[in-house]
């Protein structure tokens, strides 16, 4: 057999089957065109999220910190987890502008090859900016409450409590989040939330983004 | 509906093949085959205002159910992963085409999702100009590539028989 042979016997079998299927697809048509305004904004809903939060917490942050420059003039320390998070939330916005403008630029019109390096490139984006929200965010977490503490009370924090205190906390944050990805791997067969997590963790996802991009370069190859 | 809505109804029902084989190329049991045939259809419409007239229909349309098919079938498999739940094809049930088609729509579905995506094109008789176009690599890169999968098909049709 040959593709010429394939060809014949492709035409022959398709001629009759897709009149039945032009029918089929003018009942769904009017359903479909009202769910497609859904479908645009599904991708694109967790960047937009992320961007609005994160520059949210930018700008009070920013705030909180010109509010008590004088006294974090003083103790230099005081200013820290503020900064931290300000540093996180600016990496936060980063990433999503960078998703939400592949996401702009995606257009399933354009060819396979493109297309694909497109999705390709946003998935992994999407993996690493979870993973390192996930692996940093929970080290860091006590960098919240004392900001928080601060903000609210008006207590300084970070100058009463001593290295040690913090120190201890983010070892508890760095253990916390290791545990987390134990107890994923561990309850991974049990429900969809931990295998999810747990190859989230691993980085499965990005593992087949690099196979997709992967196949597209021995694609495009002669 | 108006008049973008009415030309493209017409345009889908003129080339509403592609999207039929699109699906039969990628997915194996009926209800992938019609969530795939609603999503590039959805896609199709999506797309349809960035449309240039002056181009071919068919070839926008092979490029837009390709990218969603080839899409549809990654995320699909990780749902699936995700969801632990196996998908088991079984085309011989639920099929609805001659025992002929169904092999060849076996032997295609064997090779990779790029691969497929080309001789699908070349099956549809699409010049090597075009399906250069809709896959992005050059027409003398999809003359190699058919010439390495005519070889590769015969084997496996041989294979098949024996």
């Known amino acids: ?222 | 509906m108006d008049s973008a809505a009415t030309a493209f109804a017409a345009l889908l029902d003129t080339h509403i093949g592609i999207v039929y084989r699109v699906v039969r190329t990628y997915c194996w049991t009926k209800a992938d085959q019609q969530d795939l045939a609603q999503e590039i259809q959805l896609q199709l419409w999506r797309a349809f205002p960035r449309y240039e007239a002056t181009r071919s229909f068919s070839t926008w349309m092979y490029r837009i159910a390709l990218n969603t098919a080839i899409s549809w079938v990654r995320y699909q498999s990780v749902r699936r992963r995700h969801a632990a739940v196996g998908a088991v094809p079984d085309v011989a049930a639920e099929s609805a085409l001659p025992d002929a088609t169904d092999a060849l729509y076996q032997l295609i579905g064997q090779l990779e999702p790029f691969n497929r995506a080309l001789v699908l094109l070349h099956l549809d008789g699409l010049r090597h100009e075009e399906i250069a176009e809709v896959l992005g690599i050059s027409a003398g890169n999809v003359a190699t590539k058919l010439h390495r999968l005519t070889q590769r098909l015969r084997t496996a049709a041989q294979q098949g028989t024996t």
């Open chain 1, 1 to 222: 057999m040959n593709l010429d042979e394939l060809k014949t016997a492709w035409t022959t079998a398709h001629a009759s089957i897709e009149t039945l299927q032009a029918q089929q697809a003018m009942l769904q048509r009017v359903v479909q065109q009202q769910a497609a305004e859904q479908t645009r904004t599904r991708l694109q809903r967790a960047p937009m999220i992320e961007l609005v939060l994160a520059a949210i917490a930018m700008v009070a942050l920013g705030g909180y910190l010109a509010m008590h420059i004088a006294s974090m003039r003083e103790h230099p320390l005081a200013a820290l987890p503020a900064l931290i998070l300000l540093l996180l939330s600016a990496v936060v916005v980063v990433v999503s502008i960078v998703q939400l403008r592949l996401l702009a630029r995606l257009d399933y019109a354009q060819s396979l090859t493109t297309t694909q390096h497109t999705l390709a490139t946003l998935r992994t984006i999407r993996v690493r900016s979870t993973q390192l929200l996930l692996l940093l965010g929970l080290p860091l977490w006590i960098c919240g409450p004392l900001v928080l503490g601060q903000w609210v009370i008006g207590y300084n924090f970070p100058s009463a409590v001593d290295r040690t205190w913090l120190l201890a906390n983010i070892v508890f944050g760095i253990a916390a989040a290791a545990g987390f990805v134990l107890v994923a791997q561990r309850l991974r067969g049990r429900s969809p939330f931990w295998r999810s997590v747990s190859e989230l963790a691993a980085g499965k996802d990005i593992d087949q983004a690099n196979v997709l991009l992967g196949e597209l370069r021995q694609f495009e190859q002669s």
